[in-house]
């Protein structure tokens, strides 16, 4: 079975602060992961993926992700937050199947 | 590609009540999922459809919900003799399926539905 864990529900960095946002995933198989953003009154959108290609993954907004199997992680970074960058980021994994399992998501705050 | 849309934004109704959403998948996805979201959780997968077909129902889905995608485009989400215990928001999304596994989905904004 394919599942993803947040740790951390809140996340508060300062404008120009390392952004940091776990997750760690089980997988059977490997995994396919995925970080999507989520801003008020939006529909979630993808910012990076990671299908096995590359372990270093580039996304959008200065995103980028890195997959690291010793640690079933897929943490999200960003070297310098915007205020823009606030929002409700989420990780998930495709399962074998065609299921998107999601996590519980992190609520990013930028303090000006 | 004007997205995928949902309809209505917003619904109250009381208990007991039927409701009926619809979602307008990006015209060449081939892949439709229903997800609910309630505050606090990541989006919670309910049903999927290829095309037309239902090929997954999650065991969240209780009879009381009936999804249908009659021509393989826009969907419909049925909930009968709703109780407060599914207020959430219900997000639809889409996906052209045949790039792999590194398929993107598509949201749309969801409609939030509160039951008194």
Known sequence: AQSVTQLGSHVSVSEGALVLLRCNYSSSVPPYLFWYVQYPNQGLQLLLKYTSAATLVKGINGFEAEFKKSETSFHLTKPSAHMSDAAEYFCAVRGTGNQFYFGTGTSLTVIP | ??????????????????????????????????????????????????????????????????AERPKGSFSTLEIQRTEQGDSAMYLCASMRQGEGMGEKLFFGSGTQLSVL
Do not use: M
């Open chain 2, 1 to 66: 590609d004007t997205g995928v849309s949902q309809n209505p934004r917003h619904k109250i109704t009381k208990r007991g009540q039927n409701v009926t959403f619809r979602c307008d998948p990006i015209s060449e996805h081939n892949r439709l999922y229903w997800y609910r979201q309630t505050l606090g959780q990541g989006p919670e997968f309910l049903t999927y459809f290829q095309n037309e077909a239902q090929l997954e129902k999650s065991r969240l889905l209780s009879d009381r919900f009936s």
